[in-house]
Each structure stands twice: as C-alpha cells, then as structure tokens.
C-alpha cells in the first residue's frame, strides 16, 4: 500500500510541456514525483481485470443481444479506474511484464517497444481469450494535452465462436496552462460482432448540454441490429451501467441528462435510472482515504504485493520488481529511475536477443500471445532492472542474491 502522494510543489503540467513542443511527447521525462507507483502494464490490468466478470456473465447467456449487452459494459467498466488519475504511470521498460490473476482469469502483458510505445496484453479465462494493442499517442494543443491510446481490442467467446472488436475512447486533460486540471473521454467506441450482426454504437463527447468545466462522466448510446436501435445503453462510466429499450433513452434522454447533471454536481454516488432499465454495473467501493492515495482502488492498491504463491515464480522482468517505483511507493523519489533506464539504451543499442520480445509473436495477422509464458520457464529472462554493467539496485521489498 502506497504512501500518500507526496507534495508537488514547485511543478506544473505546462512547465513541463512547454520545453518540449514539437518534440514527440512519448520520449520527454518528467519529474519522478509527478509519477504513481504503477507502470502503464498495470494500469492495463486495472482496466481488463477489475470487471472480468462481466465477460463470465456474458459467456451464460443465450441470447446475442445479451450477451452485447454485457461486453459492452465491460468495456465501459475498463475506463472507471481512469477517473481522477492526473497521474502519470511509469514507463514499461522494453520486455517489460506484469501478470495478474482473478476469477480463474489470466492477465499478461509485454512491453515490445519503446519509441513509439507499443504494449500489448493477453487474458484468457473459462470460454474466452481477449488481446489488445495499446500504442498512445500524446499530443498538446491550445491548454489541452491529448491522449490517443490506439487500443485495439479483440476478444473471443470460445463457446459460440463470436468475435467482438472494439477501440477505447480518447483521454484529454485540460487546463494544462491555467486552472485546475480536469480530465474527460471523449469521442465514439462502436463495440462490432460480425457474425450475430449487432453492434454497440457509445458517445462520451461533451457536445451540446453535456458541455461543462469539469469531467464529463455521461456515457450513453444505442445496441443496434442492422439499422435498427433495441437497446439504450447508459451511465457515468465511473459508477455504473445500465440498459433499456431503446425507446425510453430517446423519450426521456432530455430529462436523464438533466438528472445526470444534477446528481454529478451534488456529488452522489448514486446512478440516475430510466422507466424499463436493468443495472449490469456498478463500480466498487472505493477506499477511505482514495484521495490520498493516487486515487486508486482497492484493486490498485495491492498490485505491487508479491504474494507467496508468487514469489518464487515471477519472471524477473515483471513490474512488481521496479526498485524505481517502489522507492517512489514508500521513500522520497531518487534517481535510480535513470540509472535502470540507462542499462535499458544499453541493451538497446546492443540489440538481438536483448531486445526481441519473448512472449508475443509478431505475423501478417498482427501479434499472437505465446502461451508457454505459462509454463514459467524464465531461467533465460534477463533481470531488466539492473543497473549498467549488472549492478543491483536493491528496494526494502526484495533483496536479490
């Protein structure tokens, strides 16, 4: 459990934007205290893991809309862990790992490229298996920084040999240069099953009276068949999800907004429900003392836990073992970020072996997940996280032989 994020003083976002203008946004640093104690492959497992479930459920229903219905919210669910998140997670080393497990569920993920940066994570669980390839991109302009996490998410039910396709929305954060910076989702997600025919069409613009100077949470679009809309499809992708016939979101859209706006500015944690709805999600209790922390969840709070079962099969390359970030997690913020860092150009510029990805294959359809990671033959993993010429930084968590 992490430390309460320590003070910012004497930082701005603008001041570290501004000397970097023009520049590609994925290669300029910014001051460790300005980042949480997880990296962007954890983060992802935030996102696909929090509420597997809902594909579990999804795999039990009979009915192809249903089960729409379901993945569709899954996929908003992945985006509630997002709110509040001004901070910047670490970097993946390049082969960089993380893992994680719930449900009977398996997560793994794999840095395989630095510049441009290109992560890519595998789950797979009872009845299905799920890839995705995350490559952000970060650009600025005016006094917002814009962030384009080029998702491309696939997943497959086993059971019924559907295979749905999705792409996450765009996160901006605004008021980089002056006031209190916001973030917001924005632009369209279509969640596409060729072979049932139904898609699930959601908008997260803040256009029209959904304009604000704060975080839009509203989500809100259509399950259609063809041309035809059967299901409205709703919420505050922070805090819940629900479904209706689509008739009662177009009647009573004007008055849901409204009610919407309403609860978000008196700070309820309750959702705002229409005639005919079925809830299929709401989020988790947050932690008592979520503010202090990064913001982060029960879920977040234990990633960094090497738990027993673990400690003995870890690959040396998982997250778990960044000292970088666990100083940052229980200490003041030091360099030895730079210093594994600096081993990584090395191995870089030596090239082969050292840099080729070793548990997702790249073919001419694109990226495939080696499944023997599985078999947790790592004996050949080299230790990432050391320092130049094999030094050990050591962290109070681990110490290595």
Known sequence: MPREVPPREGYSLWEIIKPNLGRDFSRFKVPVNMNEP????????????????????????????????????????????????????????????????????????????????????????????????????VSFWMNRLICNPNSVVKLVLTHTNEVYHWETPTCTIWNVMLGKPYMNLSGNSIIRCPSTGYEARLNFDSNGGWSQRTTDLHVDGYINHGKVAIRGIYGNWSLYVATCPAHSLKDNYNLWQKAFLKSVS???????????????????????????????????????????????????????????????????????????????????????????????????????????????????????FEGPNGAVIRTAREKRP
């Open 38 to 137: 997880v990296t962007m492959l954890q983060r992802l497992a935030e996102s696909y893991m929090a509420y597997i479930d809902l594909i579990l459920k999804a795999i039990t229903k009979e009915a192809p809309i249903e089960r729409m219905e379901l993945i569709a919210t899954y996929a908003i669910s992945g985006l509630a862990t997002n709110r509040n998140r001004l901070t910047k997670p670490f970097n993946p080393l390049l082969l960089e790992t993380f893992e994680y497990q719930k449900d009977g569920c398996r997560f793994m993920s794999e840095q395989v490229s630095n510049h441009p940066p290109v992560s890519l994570l595998h789950v797979d669980g009872p009845g299905f298996h799920l890839t995705a390839t995350v490559s952000p991109k």
């Open 266 to 384: 008196e700070k309820g944690d309750k959702g705002v429900i229409l005639p005919q709805s079925t809830v299929l999600w709401s989020a988790f209790k947050l932690p008592d003392r979520y503010e202090m922390q990064y913001h982060f969840t029960y879920m977040t709070l234990h990633l960094n836990e090497i738990p027993p079962s673990l400690k003995s099969v870890l690959p040396a390359t998982d997250s778990r073992k960044r000292p970088d970030m666990h100083k940052l997690e229980h200490e003041a913020a030091c360099d030895c970020k730079e210093y594994i860092e600096e081993a990584q150009r090395a191995r870089r510029k030596e090239g082969g072996k050292r840099t080729k990805p070793k548990w997702f294959t790249h073919g001419k359809d694109g990226w495939t997940f080696n499944t023997s990671y599985w078999d947790r033959k790592f004996d050949d993993c080299e230790d990432i």
